[in-house]
């Protein structure tokens, strides 16, 4: 009797144990819930507007001819007097790449569908991306590459040739336009914006190149070109303490 009675005291002593750890244990989530950092977390837009300094432009040749070789050799022909207008013009190897080379059959047309059509030609496209660093050249040299041979112009990319500083100015007019935010939201909340915890380059679009469709080209003057404005855009997410 007297050992069950132990093992009893035994058994209260290690609930009242759990108990007291329990206790002690919620005591100090309660207060390290009162002592969490408030936080205020804002996102920030950064926008900067410039006038492009560069022009990429993508040229070619599309020749048609009876045999795949006749039209091969006029289309180089052509691409030749290209290529050379490119180096009187001073652009270096750098900036100029093939961007598409085909040769294709043209085939005729027949209304039964059940008889393959026949060859009739074949066609021969050559294209290259050029990157004009100077757009006081750019009109020059489409009229240029037009009276040379190029029949194929698929429009204008204007941008930058160094963007690099003008994002660094649109990140900093980010971080500037989140600090506004906070402060707003904090002073309709009547509290103060504390210390920044963190801070989240948030991707912002690349600015979109703007393209020139539709050329009319004249061989006896240059061709007008209207560049405009380009933006260069940051976002950044931040988050401020509490005060």
Same mark, same amino acid.
């Given at each position: ?31 390290? +819930? ?10 920030? /837009? %950064? ?10 432009? #993508?040229? @070619? ?10 039209? /091969? ?7 030749? @007097? ?7 013009? %001073?652009?270096?190897?750098? +900036? ?10 043209? *085939? ?12 009739? @030609? *074949? ?10 660093? #100077? /757009?006081?050249? /750019? ?8 009276? $040379?041979?190029? =029949?194929?112009? #698929?429009?204008?990319?204007? %941008? ?20 506004? =935010? ?14 920044? !915890? ?9 600015? !979109?190149? !703007? !393209? ?12 007008? $070109?209207?560049? @405009? ?12 303490? $509490?005060?």
């Amino acid at each position: 009797m007297a050992k069950s009675l132990s093992l009893t005291n035994f058994n209260i002593f290690v609930v009242a144990l759990l108990i007291g750890f329990g206790a002690a244990s919620y005591g100090d989530s309660v207060a390290a +819930d009162d002592t969490m950092t408030r936080t205020l977390s804002v996102s920030g /837009l %950064g926008e900067v507007k410039a006038r492009p300094d560069m022009a990429t432009i #993508n040229i @070619g040749v599309t020749t048609s001819e009876k045999t795949a070789a006749i039209a /091969l050799e006029k289309n180089t022909q052509s691409m030749q @007097g290209i290529f050379e207008a490119i180096d009187a013009l %001073g652009i270096p190897d750098t +900036d100029v790449q093939t961007s598409g080379f085909s040769v294709n059959p043209r *085939y005729a047309r027949y209304n039964d569908r059940e008889t393959p059509p026949d060859i009739v @030609g *074949y066609e021969v496209r050559n294209n290259v991306t050029v990157a004009i660093k #100077n /757009l006081d050249d /750019l009109g020059g040299a489409l009229d240029r590459f037009v009276t $040379i041979g190029a =029949n194929q112009i #698929n429009g204008i990319q204007f %941008g930058f040739a160094d963007p690099q500083s003008l994002q660094d100015a649109a990140k900093k007019a980010a971080i500037e336009d989140a600090k506004r =935010n906070a402060d707003l939201y904090a002073g309709a909340a009547g509290v103060k914006v504390g210390r920044v !915890m963190s801070i989240r380059d948030s991707a912002a679009p690349m600015p !979109m190149p !703007m !393209m020139e469709r539709a050329m009319s080209f004249d061989a006896a003057a240059s061709v007008p $070109i209207a560049p @405009g404005q380009q933006t260069v855009s940051a976002q950044v997410a931040v988050v401020y303490e $509490i005060q």
